[in-house]
């Protein structure tokens, strides 16, 4: 398959993802969605990798601004087992992870969800029923070596701390990126 053989099967899967979901995105346009991708190829790249790590892309609206989100039921597969940060992963001096939440999201091209915008999912939809998510963590708790979490038990979104170098098996982390 071409290059632009597969970004037409992705573009497919992203409409048919939007359509399924209009929830997500209520009185937009399809139309509008396309033309912005088909004009921002390295955000469409982003998208990609989004997708191809299990993150199951879709249009969400943050603030009246459009955004791309992982809205896979649980944290992304292909992003788990991570520590938070390279300074965390640089702490660990046995059994360290593959790799760090700050820098894949910077290698992908996105950021991590913030608090505010973790709960908003939360209100399209039930999201990390069994899995958990990073988020990003203010500079404050940062520096005292701690890192945020979310996930949603018993019908309620938590947010949680953890030490920024820890990582499981369970726990990824959820991503966006402004169209």
Not at 39 to 64: A, H, W, Y
Request: net charge negative; with cysteine.
């Amino acid at each position: 398959m071409n290059m632009t053989q597969q970004q037409t099967a992705f573009l497919e899967v992203l409409q048919l993802r939007f359509a399924q979901n209009t929830n997500r995105h209520p009185d937009i346009d399809w139309s509008e969605v396309e033309q912005k991708l088909m004009n921002s190829p390295e955000k469409l790249s982003s998208i990609f990798e989004m997708e191809t790590s299990g993150g199951e892309p879709d249009l969400v609206c943050f603030d009246q601004e459009w955004f791309y989100v992982d809205c896979v039921a649980e944290s992304p597969i292909g992003r788990r087992s991570l520590c938070y940060d390279s300074k965390a992963l640089d702490q660990r001096k046995e059994h360290k992870p593959s790799g760090n939440v700050i820098e894949t999201a910077h290698k992908m091209g996105i950021e991590l969800l913030n608090e505010t915008q973790y709960r908003t999912l939360q209100t399209l939809g039930k999201f990390d029923l069994k899995t958990s998510s990073w988020i990003l963590t203010p500079e404050n708790i940062r520096q005292l070596g701690g890192a945020l979490f979310c996930d949603r038990r018993y019908d309620a979104v938590f947010v949680y701390h953890n030490g920024a170098s820890s990582y499981y098996a369970a726990r990824g982390f959820r991503g966006c990126i402004k169209l």
